[in-house]
């Protein structure tokens, strides 16, 4: 069974740092998209950073360049999101997701965590 499972949100202050984890089951790396998104209240559901396991590539939209970075960790099957310099735009909810086929620089919308809710505020 496919699974992915999102951990590591929280409260925390303007500034401060959080790592989001997501554990994905039933999947290998082998060609394969992941990424995070996020969806805000009222909002529509934005790509943040992605990785193609096929060619390499990744993305970070403008908003999250410099602060996040996105990495893998093959062994432990699990994806992570390091976020600093935290801002009150960045609250949301966070999903990661994985699929064997792309839009753009993302996975497609197949396969999806829970989600972790990230709120920065003093």
């Known amino acids: 069974q496919l699974q992915l499972v999102e951990s590591g949100g929280g409260l925390v202050q303007p500034g401060g740092s959080l790592r989001l984890s997501c554990v994905l089951s039933?999947?290998?790396?082998?060609?394969?998209?992941v990424g995070w998104f996020r969806q805000a209240p009222g909002k529509e559901r934005e790509e943040v950073s992605c990785?193609?396991?096929?060619?390499?590539?990744?993305y970070y939209t403008d908003s999250v360049k410099g602060r996040f970075t996105i990495s893998v960790d093959i062994a432990k099957n699990t994806i992570y999101l390091q976020m600093n310099s935290l801002k009150s735009a960045d609250t949301a909810v966070y999903f990661c997701?994985?699929?064997?086929?792309?839009?753009?620089?993302?996975?497609?919308?197949?396969?999806w965590g829970q989600g972790t809710q990230v709120t920065v505020s003093s």
């Open positions: 997701a994985a699929d064997w086929t792309v839009q753009g620089s993302c996975p497609s919308p197949g396969y």
């Open positions: 039933g999947f290998t790396f082998d060609n394969l998209a």
């Open positions: 990785f193609n396991n096929f060619d390499g590539s990744l």
